[in-house]
C-alpha cells in the first residue's frame, strides 16, 4: 500500500543510513505504484481532513501513523494523477496549499499541516460557492464528520453548487475511519472507503458508470 512508502520514508528520517537520494527514491517508487492509474481530467478539487479526530486516530495500536497522515498523503497522490488541481485542507478552517503537480508526493504530504481542529466538513462546498469557481469533480478525504456549524448539509450545499455553477460536478467522498456517517447522496456522488491506491483507480471507473465497472471485472482471470 502507498502508506508503506511514507512509512519507511519516516522511519529513515531517524537513522543514520538516511540519504537525500533514498528520500528520492522512495517518492519515484510510491509515482510507480500508481502510474497505472487513469489521468483525471478537467479540474479537481482535493480537500483533506486535518482535524483532531482524524490526527488522534492511528492506522493500528502499533502504528505511529494517524488517519490524517493517510489524508494529507492521499491528498498528495491525488494531486499527482489529476490534469488540474485546486488543493486545501481543513478542520474549523479551511487552508489552501499549494503543491508541485510533478513533484515528489511525500515531500509534498510532508510539507502539509496536520492542525487538529474540530470538523467542519461544509468548508470545502462553501469555499467553491463563495468564489464562484467551476470544478469538475470534488474529491474529499476525511471521516465524514461534522462537529461545527450544524444549520448546513453537505448534500444541500452540493445541490446549490450544482444549480449555481455546474450542474454535472462528480462528488467523491473518501471514508478513512468507516464509521459509517456520510454527507452526500444521490446522483454522481460516489461514497467508498480504504486506504489503497484502489480509491483513486476506482475514481475514473465510478465517473465512466457501471457498463466500465462491469467490463473490468470480466477482464479479470479466475
Not at 499549494?98 to 515528489?104: A, K, S, W
Not at 460557492?129 to 448534500?155: A, G, M, P
Not at 455553477?165 to 467508498?192: C, M, R, S
Request: charged share 25%.
Amino acid at each position: 500500500m502507498p502508506f508503506r512508502f511514507f512509512a519507511a520514508h519516516r522511519e529513515l528520517e531517524n537513522s543514520h543510513l538516511r540519504t537525500n537520494n533514498l528520500y528520492a527514491v522512495l517518492g519515484e517508487v510510491l509515482k510507480k505504484s500508481i502510474k497505472n492509474i487513469p489521468k483525471l481530467v478537467g479540474k479537481t478539487f482535493i480537500a483533506a481532513d486535518v482535524s483532531a479526530s482524524m490526527a488522534w486516530t492511528r492506522l493500528s495500536r502499533e502504528s505511529s501513523f494517524s488517519v490524517a497522515d493517510i489524508a494529507v498523503l492521499f491528498l498528495a497522490m491525488a494531486n499527482y494523477i489529476c490534469e488540474d488541481t485546486i488543493t486545501v485542507t481543513f478542520d474549523t478552517e479551511l487552508k489552501k496549499v499549494v503543491l508541485d503537480p510533478n513533484g515528489n508526493i511525500i515531500a509534498n504530504a510532508k510539507n502539509i499541516p496536520i492542525t487538529g481542529g474540530g470538523t467542519d466538513i461544509n468548508l470545502p462546498i462553501k469555499y467553491l460557492l463563495k468564489n464562484n469557481i467551476f470544478v469538475d469533480r470534488i474529491i474529499i478525504f476525511s471521516d465524514n464528520q461534522i462537529n461545527v456549524d450544524f444549520d448546513y448539509v453537505c448534500q444541500k450545499l452540493v445541490d446549490r453548487y450544482r444549480k449555481m455553477i455546474n450542474p454535472n460536478v462528480w462528488v467523491h467522498a473518501v471514508d478513512l475511519e468507516g464509521y459509517g456517517t456520510q454527507q452526500f447522496k444521490g446522483d454522481k456522488v460516489n461514497i467508498i472507503a480504504g486506504w489503497s491506491e484502489k480509491v483513486l483507480e476506482f475514481i475514473p471507473l465510478a465517473e465512466h458508470g457501471v457498463t466500465t465497472l462491469v467490463d473490468r471485472i470480466k477482464k479479470y482471470e479466475i
